[in-house]
């Protein structure tokens, strides 16, 4: 009973602050802060688990439901442990990057957006180089407050240098006016 009653409030608090959310969502500059998930996928996946991490997003309206985003962060992917014949077991160890992408949003409604964005993640580790980074992807963001929102967004992303390294990566986020 206590987990319908929390949901029911959240839901209310949603469609109640959602009068306001072309306005809170879509006008003026704003900075985010969230926190980042990766899940690789494809060959990425046979060595990789899963990666955490954060960054900033900025976003600037250029157009009617149309914004430029700037993003960087970092993310830390955990490796598989590998099972080698007649050696063992080798750990997998962590490897970071930073990727730094630049893009467009664009509001389909007052706070679901569709977006993509270009740049080029940098490993940290000796000899890992730069790699062109592309993401499309998908979000909501939900009005909190004025001139703020909780942002939930997913996305595909791939890193490509002699390969692709790919994930789906979620982030969440808060959002704030500038």
């Known amino acids: 009973m206590k987990k ?7 839901a209310g608090l949603f469609a109640f ?6 306005d809170a ?9 969230g926190a980042e998930f990766g899940f690789p996928i494809g060959d990425f996946g046979d060595v990789s688990k899963f990666g955490v991490g954060g960054s900033l ?20 992917f955990q490796g598989k442990d590998l099972d080698i014949p007649g050696i063992g077991t080798v750990d997998g160890g962590n490897a970071g990057y930073i990727p730094v992408k630049a ?5 389909l409604a007052e706070n679901i957006y569709v977006g993509g964005e270009l740049g080029a993640v940098f490993g940290t580790k000796d000899g890992t180089g730069t ?3 592309y993401a499309p992807g998908v979000g909501v963001e939900f009005p909190v407050a004025d001139k703020s929102t909780i942002e939930l967004g997913g996305r595909y992303e791939g890193w490509s240098k002699d390969g692709t390294l790919s994930f789906i990566g979620l982030r969440l986020a808060w959002n704030f006016g500038l």
């Open 4 to 10: 319908l009653f929390l949901l029911t409030a959240i």
């Open 17 to 22: 602050t959602s009068a306001n959310a072309q």
């Open 25 to 33: 969502a879509m006008s003026g500059p704003k900075l985010g802060i």
């Open 57 to 76: 997003l900025y976003q600037h309206p250029i157009a009617n439901k149309l914004n430029l985003t700037g993003s960087a962060g970092y993310l830390n």
């Open 103 to 107: 893009g467009l949003r664009y509001f």
């Open 131 to 133: 790699a062109f980074a």
